[in-house]
T-cell receptor, first 115, second 111 residues
Framework: DTEVTQTPKHLVMGMTNKKSLKCEQH?????MYWYKQKAKKPPELMFV???????INESVPSRFSPECPNSSLLNLHLHALQPEDSALYLC??????????????FGSGTQLSVL | DAKTTQPNSMESNEEEPVHLPCNHS???????IHWYRQLPSQGPEYVIH???SNVNNRMASLAIAEDRKSSTLILHRATLRDAAVYYC????????????FGTGTRLLVSP
């Protein structure tokens, strides 16, 4: 199984809602990532977890709250988002923290619309 | 901060070779060069990576300039399924390292 599964595929939420994005992998990978991708732009790194500990936070606003309950699961909790947060949210995993030649495996993403 | 630059778009005919260039003039001597592609409505997928010498795999070839300031991704025979955005990627950081995507080249393939 070389898949990274993200749910839901689409999400529409209001600015006062609380929602969560979920990501799951069963490849035994110990590093997991959240990327944000605006339309027609490259993905931008948000968070990296290594061995279930937050290793990198790219100065992401606190309305985005990541969580890694175990080595197979990664969540992104959303609260009080703004319309400009509408984007494709991508999850990825790799065997370990990115080294010189480490490969990332990406999910298909959650397309988020904030109204 | 080191940057990668790529043309915004390129066009090719089916079954012709495609050469996708990337400039990474400030890449450090030990950093690998990675390429990923993103098909419509999908997440990025790994294509190839290399350090100094040319690399081949079943998807593509990677030609790296001797001074490592540029590289070229080569698709030997483009198919319609190769239409995607191709990202040249650099690794940044010491200790905890991360991949930072370049701007990407949108490849259009015509039948």
């Amino acid at each position: 199984d070389t898949e990274v599964t993200q749910t839901p595929k689409h999400l529409v939420m209001g600015m006062t809602n609380k929602k969560s994005l979920k990501c799951e992998q069963h490849m035994g990978h110990r590093a997991m990532y959240w990327y944000k991708q605006k339309a027609k732009k490259p993905p931008e790194l948000m968070f990296v977890y290594s061995y279930e500990k937050l290793s990198i936070n790219e100065s992401v606003p606190s309305r985005f709250s990541p969580e890694c309950p175990n080595s197979s699961l990664l969540n992104l909790h959303l609260h009080a988002l703004q319309p400009e947060d509408s984007a494709l949210y991508l999850c990825a995993s790799s065997q370990a923290m990115i080294a010189t030649n480490e490969k990332l495996f990406f999910g298909s993403g959650t397309q988020l619309s904030v109204l | 901060d080191a940057k990668t630059t790529q043309p915004n778009s390129m066009e090719s005919n089916e079954e012709e070779p495609v050469h996708l260039p990337c400039n990474h003039s400030t890449i450090s001597g030990t950093d690998y060069i990675h390429w990923y592609r993103q098909l419509p409505s999908q997440g990025p997928e790994y294509v190839i990576h290399g350090l100094t010498s040319n690399v081949n795999n079943r998807m593509a070839s990677l030609a790296i300039a001797e001074d490592r300031k540029s590289s070229t991704l080569i698709l030997h025979r483009a198919t319609l399924r190769d239409a995607a955005v191709y990202y040249c990627i650099r690794r940044v950081g010491t200790g905890f390292q991360k991949l930072v995507f370049g701007t990407g080249t949108r490849l259009l393939v015509s039948p």
